[in-house]
């Protein structure tokens, strides 16, 4: 997609400001059966989707980087899988999930997922929200009383909300390795951490700090909602509504000839780890599933994009799915690079139990992984390409996979492309009198077309010379390009001169019958072009 740079800065700039300084509260919501729904619009689509067969030609390198890297690390044994919308079309696994036993690691098997459960606890709270059962702006003491007791850093701290637990916005401390070891913990503890004191390290709604303590405390709020445990209510009403019949709380429930025992490499030599029980920290990650399973988990995250009026399937509406990726607190890292290494600055944020990234080619990703000791897990989404891509391993804060050779593999080899958006009729037939207008400048057409602002902001007498100077400038027009659309009303297209390309954006007004509020050109010579 071609972007004029100047408007690609302000966008950029302007949506930038605009998220990092107004953090959005999300409300009970209330959507109506009887709202006006368009006849007319386009959903984004794969002009030509051969992902299936693509991604199924990678097997081999696929399966080479997982075991180059596996090797390289120790890594007992690792399952993984890619996903293109609701395919599972690369599964596989290599080495062992128990060395003791030589039992082999299949796609089947059951790992320890970590932080990868967080997104399910989000999910939860985010379906008693879509119920009406509690609103994300709640002060968490609503739930849990014992939470009234905190002393707070500051006297202009705001309360505790439910948003901020999910977003890692309550002013805790990042707790990790300490979280870790308290997955099996009674909900006791949990109570009498507070009743006792937490140490913040910020005011809440300050800043984003990584609390494992926070995501246990939401667990705590779906079981006292609810009225049934945590994990209960996750099985009921996300895990069995998509099938996931493999995936556990508990490891004593498991098979043995299924459950990955955790190792750590230590005096050169694979150790094993302890097997951590359930319990009241399990809502930060305590899931157990195997790559089967986990891929459907993958494919319904995959399902809410893009947006379009098919029927909701559930276990939550898509809206809520796509509000579930969308960064909270963003950041630019501008020391970021791509998956060639070379510098790609990315703006990166926490939605709810998921970080999203997306870099300065525009390429989105939604992720999340986990570590706890004797696993380390990772998964990633590409929600404009329809493409998931997951790994779990038994070694101890090991990442299974090297992700940016894969995305190299996905995006440079395979030159994947994402979904493109159609031209909306309104468009592309204001497109057709622009064209008209900039080389005519008819009265009646300026009468139809024209919003009112357009000659206060510049007079058709100015707007006129710049459009002649321009054309002088270009020469002949060979051609005019078909217009690239940003949304429903605005895009840009090119016009091919003999001696340039003219570059046409332009903007419409958010009346129903949507006119030109804003138009720009620009003339790029041959001898400037690259």
Not at 130 to 141: C, N, V
Request: proline share 6%.
């Amino acid at each position: 997609m071609t972007f004029p740079k100047q408007h690609f800065i302000r966008f950029f700039l302007l949506s930038l400001l605009i998220s990092c300084n107004s953090p959005q509260k999300a409300r009970i919501k209330v959507e109506s059966d009887s709202r006006s729904i368009s006849k007319t619009y386009k959903e984004p689509v794969f002009t030509t989707d051969n992902r299936l067969e693509k991604i199924k030609g990678i097997t081999p390198q696929m399966h080479a980087l997982i075991e180059e890297h596996a090797k390289g690390r120790h890594i007992p044994g690792v399952a993984y899988g890619i996903v293109v919308d609701t395919n599972l079309v690369i599964a596989s696994a290599k080495g062992l999930l128990d060395i003791s036993n030589e039992i082999p690691a299949t796609t089947s098997s059951a790992f320890r997922i970590a932080s990868m459960s967080k997104s399910f606890t989000a999910m939860a709270i985010m379906k008693l929200r879509d119920e009406g059962k509690l609103s994300l702006s709640d002060p968490a003491a609503k739930y849990i009383p014992e939470m009234g007791v905190l002393e707070y850093l500051t006297a202009d701290s705001p309360d505790i909300d439910i948003e901020n637990l999910m977003t890692m916005t309550a002013g805790f401390p990042e707790d990790n390795p300490w979280g870790d070891r308290q997955l099996n913990e009674t909900d006791q503890m949990l109570m009498d951490l507070l009743t006792d004191g937490i140490s913040f390290s910020n005011p809440p709604s300050y800043t984003f700090e990584y609390s494992n303590t926070g995501y246990a405390l939401l667990g705590n709020i779906i079981s006292r909602v609810s009225g049934i445990p945590y994990q209960q209510y996750i099985k009921e009403n996300i895990l069995m509504p998509l099938g996931m019949k493999h995936t556990y709380w508990e490891y004593t429930n498991i098979p043995k000839e299924q459950l990955a025992i955790g190792y750590r490499w230590e005096d050169d030599q694979l150790k094993l780890e302890p097997m951590l029980h359930d319990g009241s920290y399990g809502a930060m990650g305590g899931l157990i599933t195997s790559i089967e399973d986990f891929s459907k988990y993958v494919s319904f995250h995959l399902s809410a994009w893009p947006p379009r009026s098919d029927p909701d399937k559930g276990p939550v509406k898509r809206s809520t799915l796509r509000e579930m990726h969308t960064p909270q607190f963003p950041y630019l890292n501008t020391k970021a690079t791509d998956f060639n290494n070379k510098p790609c600055a990315t703006v990166s944020g926490y939605g709810y139990g998921l970080g999203i990234h997306t870099n300065c080619n525009g390429l989105k990703l939604v992720r999340h992984g986990g570590a706890l000791p004797g696993f380390g897990s990772n998964y990633v989404f590409y929600p404009d390409y329809g493409v998931g891509i997951m790994a779990f391993g038994n070694l101890t804060y090991t990442a299974p996979w090297p992700l940016k050779k894969i995305e190299k593999l996905l995006f440079e080899t395979l030159e994947l492309e994402p979904r493109k958006l159609p031209i909306s009729d309104i468009l592309r037939a204001r497109q057709q009198q622009v064209e008209r207008l900039i080389k005519e400048w008819s009265p009646e057409l300026e009468q139809d077309l024209l919003a009112e602002n357009f000659y206060m902001d510049k007079s058709r007498k100015h707007r006129m010379a710049e459009a002649e100077e321009i054309f002088n400038s270009a020469g002949t027009v060979l051609d005019t390009e078909e217009i690239t659309p940003y949304n429903q009303l605005r895009g840009s297209y090119k016009i091919n001169t003999e001696k340039g390309v003219i570059d046409v954006f332009f903007t419409l007004t958010p009346e129903k019958e949507a006119k030109l509020q804003q138009l720009t050109l620009s003339f790029e010579p041959n001898s400037q072009k690259k």
